[in-house]
C-alpha cells in the first residue's frame, strides 16, 4: 500500500477518505444533509468529462416525508428501513433526452441535437454516461466527509409512475446520504485480484 | 467557488487534481506510463463500490506496437492519431461474466451466482456497473496525476473481434492515458446548472 501511494499524486489522506477508509453505508445518524452540501458536491463533480459533454445525469432529492414515503413503497424489502432513516435520499436517473442541451453544453460540433435525436442508440448513451458520472457522485459524497449508499434493489416501473412520469428520463439508482451511523456496514468483501482485471497485449 | 469548498472535506487541492482543473486531454508528451502506475490506480479505485460487489470492469492495456495497430484500426477518425500517439491505451469492457466470482466477492448471499446466471438483466448490468467504475477510473488516472482521455468513438464490433473474441466481454469504452501535451484541450465546455440537473420533492 505504501508503494501504491508513494505513485500517486493525491495525498494519502485523500485516497482514504475518496476509496480507502471510505464504505458503503446502510445506517445513518441523524444529522442532516442540507442542500448546500448536495449543491457543493454537484459543482464539484459536474467537471468530470462525459461523452460530447452530455451530462445526462438528473437529481431527485427526495425530502418531504410524502415523498420519502412513496419511495420507501418502491424499494426492495431489503432497502426500505435504511432508506426511510437516511438524513437524504436521491433518485439518479438518465435523461434520455439529454440531446436537447448539446446546441448549448456541446456547441462545437454542429448538428450533433439532430444526430442523437435520430440515433436509437441514444437512451442506451444516456444510462452510460449516466452511470459515469454517478461514479464521480459517489466520490464527491465521500469528498463531503459524507457517506454514500448506493442502492439498485428498486422497482424502477414504480419509480418512473411515481417520480418520472411525463420525462425521458428512467431511474438507474436509489442513493443514500448521511453521516455513517453505528453498525453502518459489514466486514469489506474482496477485491478481484489485478490479474483478474488486466490483461496487457 | 469559496463557498463550495468550505463545504467538503477534501482540501482545494485535491478537488483541483480531480476534477475542477484535471481536463480532458487529446495530446501527451512521451513519457511512459508505467504497469506499476496503472496497478498504483487500479489498487486505489478498486475499493469503489459496485451492487452486489460485482466488479464487473475489465482492462486490456494497450502496449505493443501490433496491438496498439490493430486498436488504432477501430478508432473513430478523429480518435486515430491522439490514440496512436499516447504512451498508453486501454480498453475498457464491461464482463457479462461476472457473476462467476460473486461465490469469492459477494459470498453473503447464497445463490447469487446462480440467480445471476440465469437473468437476462446480467449483461445490462455489467454495462451500468462498469461504467460507475470507469468514473472511479477516470477520478484515479487524475490522482495518479495523469490526464486521462476517454472516448466512445471506436467499432465496438471491431474491437470485439479483434481483442475480447472468446469471452462474454464488451468494450464500453477507450482511454488514452498519460501527461499532458502541448495543446492539449480545447476551452472548458459549459455545465448545465444545478437546477436543471436536481428536482427536490
Not at 462525459?50 to 445526462?56: D, E, F, G, H, I
Not at 419511495?71 to 440531446?99: C, R
Request: glycine share 6%; aromatic share 4%.
Amino acid at each position: 500500500m505504501t508503494t501504491a501511494t508513494d505513485l500517486l499524486a493525491l495525498d494519502a489522506a485523500a485516497q482514504d477518505l475518496l476509496f480507502r477508509t471510505a464504505r458503503t453505508a446502510n445506517a445513518f445518524t441523524d444529522e442532516p444533509v442540507t442542500d448546500e452540501q448536495l449543491r457543493a458536491i454537484l459543482e464539484l463533480v459536474k467537471w468530470g468529462p462525459t461523452a460530447m459533454n452530455s451530462q445526462p445525469l438528473r437529481i431527485i432529492a427526495v425530502r418531504s416525508p410524502e415523498a420519502r414515503e412513496r419511495l420507501v413503497a418502491n424499494m426492495a424489502e431489503g432497502n426500505k428501513a435504511k432508506t426511510a432513516a437516511a438524513p437524504l435520499t436521491l433518485i439518479v436517473a438518465a435523461d434520455a433526452a439529454f440531446h436537447e442541451h448539446l446546441p448549448v453544453v456541446f456547441p462545437i460540433k454542429e448538428g450533433a441535437r439532430d444526430a442523437l435525436e435520430a440515433s436509437p442508440g441514444r437512451p442506451a448513451m444516456a444510462r452510460l454516461n449516466t452511470a459515469i458520472q454517478l461514479g464521480y457522485l459517489i466520490v464527491g459524497i465521500r469528498a463531503a466527509g459524507l457517506a454514500a449508499g448506493p442502492m439498485g434493489g428498486f422497482d424502477a416501473a414504480g419509480v418512473k409512475r411515481d417520480f418520472l412520469a411525463g420525462t425521458d428520463q428512467e431511474a438507474i439508482a436509489v442513493v443514500n446520504i448521511g453521516r455513517p451511523g453505528p453498525d453502518a456496514w459489514h466486514d469489506r468483501l474482496p477485491r478481484l485480484e489485478h490479474d483478474q482485471v488486466v490483461t496487457t497485449v
